[in-house]
């Protein structure tokens, strides 16, 4: 950890220097969330909501965060969420975000609207990793994108379903971000000299590596309608019986908000569902997930690993999630700052912070692994948490 990371020491500290760092159109398209953002704060709150458990005389002098991510070993029970365009926050930066998640040994998943290749992410990968896919117009596409990450060693599939139209961004409205260059972004450009030159030159996002084999267009602009005429709105449940077909890894359903559509993913194949509201970027006013997750827990019963995102923000929300019902969390916008805010080095200082901060909580709250906190929860696991109105969350 450099010194300079080493005084970042919440959520809030890594935003604030990504913001200083990043030309605000680029700011705004990774911090933005759809229409008033209502569901991007009320995942934060509902997270704020909730208190731990405090126990005591407990023997927690061996508390571990070690877990098993959906197959996976890792560290804690968390991993890198997929981030479109990656690859505008620092460098290569899907390249530095796999590396940093080999180093906290936790799982990165690519997404396939990446800056970095598969491949080049691949390369430098030492352990397991995923990759997440929407289910694109062009199945030749879809196809060719589920080899080519089969071959370069993954095998956990992140199948996204919450996007079948793109939600209405009003912050990418106003900066007219798939516009190509406007004088405002040229002007914010010129004010962020060193991002200007070592990601926006020397990092090429322009070539929007993993799909170029797909896409005539070399601008965000013709990038960008390329990408809205792929997203295939016509896309239900049978579907899955395809990709099935097509991929012999494990299927990660990721974007249930409602425990009918959980049920519907199991019964279609998923060997676990990530509950999430894309980080508050899609239907604006939708439920936040830590609201949402405890009545999916009970729907799912155990019968497949369940994940949540949304609003995590520090190692407390991972024990939250946990104890709401979820096996695991996936980080977006905390992964995304610390690679705007310092590249590889300042993501593992803040996965170092989330594992500290977890391993801390376990220990106060009496719980020293995660089969302790699997045990401690309560069923119901939603006695007050449905409850909006209450202005905190006792578990
Ligand atoms: C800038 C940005 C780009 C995203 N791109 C993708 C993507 O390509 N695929 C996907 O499944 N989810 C994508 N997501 C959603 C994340 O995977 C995750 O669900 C969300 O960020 C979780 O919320 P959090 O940012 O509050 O942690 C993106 C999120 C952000 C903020």
């Known amino acids: 950890m450099t010194p300079s990371h080493a005084r970042l020491a919440s959520h809030a500290d890594f935003r604030r220097v990504a913001r200083s760092r990043l030309p605000a159109s680029i700011f705004d398209y990774f911090d933005g969330g759809a229409g008033d953002e209502i569901t991007l704060h009320a995942n934060e709150a509902a997270f704020a909501a909730v208190h731990l458990p405090q126990r005591v005389m407990v023997d927690v002098s061996t508390t571990t965060t070690a877990s098993d991510l959906v197959g996976d070993p890792a560290a804690m029970p968390l991993a890198l969420a997929p981030v479109g365009f990656g690859g505008l926050l620092c460098r290569r930066g899907e390249v530095q975000a796999a590396r940093a998640a080999d180093r906290a040994k936790v799982p990165f998943c690519l997404s396939a609207n990446s800056i970095c290749s598969i491949e080049e992410t691949a390369r430098v990968a030492r352990r397991p990793w995923w990759f997440q896919l929407y289910?694109?117009?062009?199945?030749?596409?879809?196809?060719?994108?589920?080899?080519?990450?089969?071959?370069?060693?993954?095998?956990?599939?992140?199948?996204?379903?919450?996007?079948?139209?793109?939600?209405?961004?009003?912050?990418?409205?106003?900066?007219?971000?798939?516009?190509?260059?406007?004088?405002?972004?040229?002007?914010?450009?010129?004010?962020?000299?060193?991002?200007?030159?070592?990601?926006?030159?020397?990092?090429?996002?322009?070539?929007?590596?993993?799909?170029?084999?797909?896409?005539?267009?070399?601008?965000?602009?013709?990038?960008?309608?390329?990408?809205?005429?792929?997203?295939?709105?016509?896309?239900?449940?049978?579907?899955?019986?395809?990709?099935?077909?097509?991929?012999?890894?494990?299927l990660v359903i990721k974007g249930i908000l409602d425990s009918r559509d959980a049920a519907m993913a199991l019964d279609a194949g998923a060997d676990a569902i990530v509950v999430s509201n894309h980080g508050g970027r899609q239907l604006d006013s939708v439920a936040p997930t830590a609201v949402a997750l405890p009545a999916i827990a009970r729907a799912v019963d155990g019968r497949a690993p369940l994940l949540v995102d949304g609003g995590v923000r520090s190692g407390h929300d991972v024990l939250k999630a946990l104890l709401l019902g979820a096996d695991g969390v996936l980080i977006g916008r905390a992964w995304a700052y610390a690679a705007a805010a310092g590249g590889e080095a300042a993501i593992v200082a803040m996965l170092a912070r989330f594992q500290t901060e977890l391993r801390t909580a376990m220990a106060l709250a009496g719980l020293p692994n995660v089969d302790a906190i699997r045990a401690m929860r309560r069923p119901p696991f939603d006695s007050g948490v449905m409850a909006c109105d209450k202005s905190s969350i006792d578990i």
């Open 135 to 250: 289910m694109m117009r062009d199945r030749d596409v879809v196809a060719d994108l589920l080899r080519r990450a089969w071959d370069s060693g993954s095998r956990t599939l992140v199948f996204t379903v919450d996007l079948a139209t793109p939600g209405i961004r009003r912050r990418d409205i106003r900066n007219e971000l798939f516009r190509g260059t406007t004088p405002a972004k040229l002007a914010s450009y010129i004010c962020h000299p060193r991002w200007l030159v070592d990601v926006g030159l020397r990092g090429m996002p322009h070539t929007f590596g993993n799909l170029a084999p797909y896409v005539e267009a070399r601008s965000l602009a013709g990038f960008g309608g390329w990408l809205l005429r792929q997203f295939d709105a016509a896309v239900t449940w049978p579907d899955i019986a395809w990709l099935r077909g097509q991929w012999r890894g494990r």
